[in-house]
């Protein structure tokens, strides 16, 4: 279970996380998990035709692997985010350990952007975290990770609940492929039509 649209009170009960950044008539774009062959070039493509910047939180391992790729990231003007080095659960893992994992991919990328893979991240990692990080969560999910809907399950829940401001979660992964590669250029067509930029997280 995940919910689309994440709930007010659970920004409450983490105030120091970032949910959304207040501005009008505007829309974050994020990518998870990558950079991935084909995946993360499909997805630059799009953002171009459209003239949209977004945030791609990556991982560590997969920069080291595909490097290229990493690099057309940059040179495409986008924000890079720290997304650990083997998209650790941060529940699952000490702390310690936890924090290696963050710092092997901050040593990689050079970014002060974060964001905890699962979106799950303990109150101590929290507090150790943000002295050097702002930790950014999302305001809507699209849903593209999940193998039970279809893109236009995946398009509307981005459509339906996305509002000014709102950082809204894709991720450029082989198991979302099918779904983001074609929700997303109907998401950038809603929102272009009505008026709304796309910017990176800075």
Known sequence: MYFVKTPWYLKSVYPSLIWDIKKQTTLYLTFD????PMVTEEILKILKDYNARATFFVIGDNVFKHKSIY?????????IGNHTMHHTNGWKTENEL????????????QSKIFRPPYGRIGYNQIQHLKKDFSIYMWDVLSGDFDTNIDVEQCTKNVIEHATDGSIIVFHDSEKAKDRVLKSLPKVLEYFSRKGYSFESIN
């Open 33 to 36: 998990d990558g950079p991935i």
């Open 71 to 79: 690099e057309k990231i940059l040179m495409n003007e986008h924000i």
């Open 98 to 109: 936890y924090y290696r994992d963050v710092q092997l991919c901050e040593d990689i990328i």
